[in-house]
């Protein structure tokens, strides 16, 4: 069983076709037995993608409703959710001044941290991050994260 940390650009594509979207749709396959992990700000991020698609004609109403009502499902039941603390922030804090990552960049790399640690701790094996930004996936390489672009597949 393999553990994968998504950020929105990432997640979104399990619910609307885009590049991508057939490997994303394998790792959610359960016969995989895939762990998930995304951050509490990724549920907004991919709202907001999904209801950007919507308004430029992209996603059809009914589809774009289906998508967001299946995104709210998966949080919590079949994504692990990271929360936003004063301690995770601290630490993005640190990571945008490192990496020079946009905000929520440096937020979804800390959270990705977070998990890799807790899953250390639980001696559990290390969590990938799934990314489509190429400055995220640079990041948390040098962090020693093992990174993945599902633009790639």
Known sequence: ????????????????????????????????????YASRI?????TSAIARKRRGGLLKPDTAARALQRLRRDFGRRIYVVEVTPALLLSAEALADKHHLRGYDAVQLAAALEANAERARSSLPPLALVTADGDLLAAGAAEGLTTDDPNNH
């Open 1 to 36: 069983m393999a553990a994968y940390f998504l950020d929105s650009s990432a997640l979104v594509k399990r619910y609307a076709r885009e590049a991508g979207t057939g490997w994303v749709l394998g790792l959610f396959r359960r016969a995989a037995g895939n762990a998930f």
């Open 42 to 46: 990724t549920k907004v991020e991919a």
